[in-house]
């Protein structure tokens, strides 16, 4: 079962990612330099989980995307299934729950871009796309690695917004930090410890990396 639970986990946390990242750039770029009215609201939505409790967004997701919701009878009728308690919807409530620590991360980068190298590349012809990965990508490459790093290590050690969506279904939506939540349930204090304690582990590594490369990163402005 824990064997299931770390696949299910890391499997979670990659699509997750793979998703923030897709649709995190282009929200990360127009908050860099949008001068927009929208920028302030628009911040302010991305950054409410990280103040909301996460049973708070938890219930309002599943209501949404519960077969009585918008999402869900809509997913239903198109699939046929359900989005609650599937791992569908768990993705779906990860990338909400984890779009602040990618973007953010993100848009900070991209503050700190060098526009005159951007506009150089401009003038010489080059598309915005062909721009975007051989001048801002290099640039913002310790943004996009911390945002990398940190939106995979916030949606592996979620609880409470995949409890409420996913439910605790082994093989299908039971991830390590409810797995671990069962085996103390059931007093199983030796198999939480240990699933503890890989957590445990896997965050200190996180945080050596992030601080790690900000360490580096203002080092280099120092030079």
């Known amino acids: 079962m824990d064997a299931a639970a770390v696949w299910v986990t890391l499997k979670l946390a990659s699509i997750t990612v793979l998703l923030l990242l897709l ?13 927009s009215r929208l920028k302030v609201p628009m911040e302010a939505v ?74 150089a590349a401009w003038t010489l012809g080059a598309s915005h796309l062909r721009a975007f990965f051989t001048v801002v990508v290099p640039q913002a490459r310790r943004g996009l690695l911390t945002a990398i790093v940190l939106g995979f290590a ?37 198999a939480a410890h240990k699933l503890s304690a890989v957590l445990l582990l896997f965050s200190f590594v996180v945080l050596f990396i992030v601080y790690g490369l900000n360490r580096r990163w203002h080092g280099g402005l120092r030079v």
């Open 46 to 119: 991305t950054a409410l989980p990280l103040v909301l409790p996460p049973t708070v967004l938890g219930f309002y997701l599943l209501i949404m995307l519960g077969a009585h919701g918008p999402f869900g009878k809509m997913w239903i009728s198109l699939t046929g299934h359900p989005l609650s308690f599937s791992f569908t919807g768990l993705v779906i409530a990860s990338c909400l729950y984890s779009l602040p620590f990618v973007v953010q991360p993100l848009q900070a980068a991209f503050e700190k871009l060098d526009q005159h190298a951007l506009e």
């Open 23 to 35: 649709f995190g750039l282009p929200l990360a770029w127009w908050l860099a330099h949008t001068r």
């Open 154 to 190: 916030h949606t592996v050690g979620e609880f409470g917004v995949v409890l409420m969506v996913g439910g605790n279904i082994p093989g299908q939506t039971q991830v390590l930090s409810i797995a671990i939540y069962e085996h103390v349930e059931v007093l199983e204090y030796g």
